[in-house]
């Protein structure tokens, strides 16, 4: 298990503290910036191929996840910032595992807004359960390794009351809230501008 130092926290601190959003001093354009980084567009395609090319994987396309931004751009959003979270900080994370777990961690495949849709078996608990179904969905349609199964299973700590266990899980648990965080205020818009199939 990789601990970080007292300074890398308080850089994740900085980078992913919201909280005191200004709209005259921040930047909305942070995940464009990432999406149009070569750099990152090439390793989101090179370890995420697989995923992004599936016909299924491309059903996310229908779902919304926060505002208007649907499931499959959240994931690409997720999978982005995880990519520059581990290369700004120097985190010699497994590139390959960040990126699919990243893009399947939000795989349940269904409406969570419409309680009565297929596959939302906990409606008014979705928050808590749909890491489990997200890596159900996924083992059944994908060979994972056992880091992009802890990263699927552990993203919404602390929901999921158990800590993940590998610095990728970390990375995509903040990732994702960030982007979360971004897409419920409507600060980024959600529209991938690459088509990644």
Known sequence: MYHLEKEDKLLLKTLLDVRSYN????????????ESDKT??????????EVLSSKKYQG???YIQHGTVTVYEHCIHVALFALKINRTFGLKCKERDLVRGALLHD??????HDAEAPGNIHPKLHGFYHPGIALKNAVKDYPLTEREKDIIA????????KLPRCREAWIVCLADKYSSTLETLKIRK????????
């Open 107 to 112: 795989y349940f495949l269904y409406d969570w």
């Open 154 to 161: 552990k993203h919404m700590w602390p929901l999921t009351v």
């Open 40 to 49: 990152y567009r090439d390793l989101l395609y090179k370890y995420g191929e």
């Open 60 to 62: 996310l396309k229908k």
């Open 190 to 197: 959600g529209k991938i501008g690459i088509n990644y199939a």
């Open 23 to 34: 709209p005259d001093d921040f930047d909305p354009e942070l995940l464009n910036e990432i």
